[in-house]
């Protein structure tokens, strides 16, 4: 299956994301002169295994040799992300920055390339998104990326709070490098 074949057999709420996300990264990618074909890339392909159910997620992240961590066997959702990149990887699209940013667009990671600090934001703060603070995330993260970065992962840490889930280790680590 094709990067668009799988692309087309998501719903239209879900392309609808990814067409967002994409146009958010268009315009990080502009504001902070990063390559704009890598960012529409990672745009594109972060979510394409969002809509697979959660034994299915296993299932293919075992079939990829996709890493499964006790967060991931906790919550197999999270495994969207690495699944995605691990698929664009097998098509040839891309570069390992762009699918490393995918693999961790969820997640967030310290240390984490401008590309995949952008894709954390676009994710968090695309139109789609109905929250109050998104407006202001989005343009802080215009006009300072790592800030920006950190900003998006202190209110997802928030979010994730509120709803009484754990967040990922590896946010957690970005999260303490924000702080430092």
């Not at 906790?74 to 693999?103: F, M």
């Not at 968090?124 to 989005?138: I, K, M, N, S, T």
């Not at 800030?147 to 979010?159: D, S």
Request: charged content about 25%; glycine content about 8%.
């Amino acid at each position: 299956m094709t990067l668009e074949d799988r692309f087309q057999a998501l719903s239209a709420h879900r392309q609808g994301h990814i067409q967002r996300v994409m146009a958010v990264m268009e315009d990080l990618a502009k504001a902070h002169h990063l390559d704009r074909e890598a960012a529409r890339l990672a745009g594109y392909g972060h979510d394409l295994a969002r809509e697979m159910a959660r034994p299915q997620l296993v299932e293919e992240a075992r079939r990829l040799d996709v890493h499964i961590g006790p967060e991931e066997q906790q919550e197999p959702l999270l495994l969207h992300g690495a699944i995605a990149a691990r698929w664009l990887e097998l098509e040839g699209a891309g570069s390992p920055v762009v699918w490393e940013a995918v693999r961790y667009h969820t997640t967030g990671r310290k240390n984490l390339d401008p590309l995949g600090q952008a894709l954390f934001i676009a994710d968090g703060v695309e139109p789609g998104r109905q929250y109050a603070e998104r407006a202001d995330l989005l343009q802080r993260a215009l006009e300072d990326l790592a800030g920006g970065y950190c900003a998006v992962l202190e209110h997802t840490l928030a979010y994730l709070h509120a709803r009484g889930l754990t967040p990922h280790p590896d946010m957690l680590d970005a999260l303490s490098a924000c702080r430092a």
